[in-house]
């Protein structure tokens, strides 16, 4: 300790003031504690030579070097996309945008397609209509547990169709069952189609109690987007539309224009570029739009207490998947049994699939256009490259 001692500030040793000794020894603490730990460290000079020998790995070299090797992994697997995607489906151009939620992308067209190509929508733009219609929901100015009547002057106020909800409608399970032939006709409005549509459900024995059967169709949200028109005092779709892009600035390029803007399919006649599509994808993830009740809404199981009358999943993929607000819920299993989704997605007739998966934290979006009733190849090219897209997650 004679050395500890000579580094006191000072102090003598002959002083017999016991204070004095007390605030000595009190001063020279910090000396004596930094060479006790110089002491007992390699990096000090303390311990064995052959340790102070070894250069000490930083925390910022190993993060290079493990952010090095992920992106050597990365490239290999992005290769490997790029592969099976040129040779899976040439007939129909695709690109395929991918973005994990660390804000890393990657994207792959095939010729003849990009992310600014605009693509009819199909059954994708149900996730948008959702999504706008929800917006309103939001803003107060009609809610999930409104009924059709409360702003349409021509729907029934009893019997089946009267205790139908804008929650039901939204998720499908509203019971309407028939979609009128007006739904296709560009010269008729969309009020107009709707009220022959509540004509025609009125009349039909296989109308279901509300909420008790699913049913996927483009009949529920004609009524739903009706219902905001209404609520909202303006003349057509397209004005609410305009308000969810100005508001939101999504799809500043996109319409609603299937069969015409008059009387637009909100279930499947709007048009979208990948890079529109992304970025509402995007928007959802980072909770820049909708409420956080909302979102939730939308994300829910909405069939708990429902049957499945019909479904498109079933019918076309064998996949026993739920449904959420305007967007399956995938699960996996021969019957749905899933705590939560392992993908949401909402693909489309002529083979478009955007999808959000949470657990890998990963969404993205294939875009393509095929013909109609090719939604089961499109799925196909994107579960080509399903196990590549969740290995590419996890190099993130």
């Known amino acids: 300790m004679k050395t500890v001692m000579h580094n006191t500030g000072g102090c003598s040793h002959g002083l017999h003031n016991v204070v004095y000794r007390v605030l000595c020894v009190l001063s020279a603490l910090p000396v004596l504690v930094t060479v006790l730990l110089c002491l007992a460290l390699p990096a000090c000079g303390g311990g064995s030579n052959d340790a102070a020998q070894v250069p000490p790995s930083t925390a910022s070299e190993d993060a290079a070097q493990r952010e090095a090797t992920a992106q050597a992994a990365r490239a290999v697997i992005e290769q ?15 690109t395929l945008a991918l973005e994990s939620f660390s804000g890393a992308g990657f994207v792959h067209s ?28 939001d803003a107060g100015m009609l809610s999930l547990a409104d009924h059709p009547q409360d702003y349409l002057s021509f729907w029934p106020t009893e019997g089946p169709l009267a205790d139908i909800t804008l929650q039901q409608l939204l998720a499908f399970t509203s019971g309407l069952v028939e979609a009128p032939e007006c739904i296709s006709n560009p010269l008729i409005t969309l009020r107009d189609c709707v009220e022959q549509l509540a004509v025609l459900n009125a009349n039909d024995d296989f109308t279901s109690p509300a909420g008790s059967v699913f049913f996927y ?12 028109i209404e609520a909202l005092a303006l ?34 006649g709007m048009n979208w570029t990948g890079q529109e599509y992304l970025g509402f994808l995007r928007a959802l993830v980072q909770g820049d739009v909708l409420s956080q009740a909302s979102r939730e809404a939308m994300f829910t199981d909405q069939l708990v207490d429902a049957t499945i009358g019909f479904s498109a999943s079933q019918a076309s993929l064998g996949e026993d998947w739920h449904y959420g607000m305007g967007v399956w ?29 949470f ?36 190099t993130f």
Request: hydrophobic share 40%; charged share 20%; with cysteine.
């Open 235 to 268: 003349e057509s779709w397209d004005q609410v539309f305009d308000l969810f892009r100005n508001t939101t600035n999504l799809f500043a390029g996109a319409s609603y224009d299937f069969p015409s803007l008059r009387n637009p399919r909100l279930a499947g």
């Open 80 to 94: 490997d996309i790029r592969d099976v995607l040129d040779a899976h489906d040439s007939s129909t151009p695709v």
């Open 110 to 137: 095939v010729p003849g397609s990009s992310l600014q190509t605009r693509y009819d929508s199909a059954s994708t733009a149900k996730w948008v209509t959702a999504a706008v219609i929800l917006q309103q929901v």
């Open 329 to 357: 819920l995938e699960c996996a299993q021969p019957v749905y049994n899933c705590s939560e989704a392992e993908r949401y997605s909402s693909a489309g007739a002529f083979g478009g699939y955007p999808f959000i998966d």
């Open 359 to 394: 657990q890998q934290q990963v969404f993205g979006i294939l875009a393509r256009q095929g013909e109609v009733g090719t939604f089961v190849e499109g799925k196909a090219t994107f579960d080509a490259v399903r196990d590549l897209v969740q290995q590419w997650a996890a």
């Open 217 to 228: 169709g483009p009949m529920h949200m004609q009524v739903a987007g009706l219902m905001t």
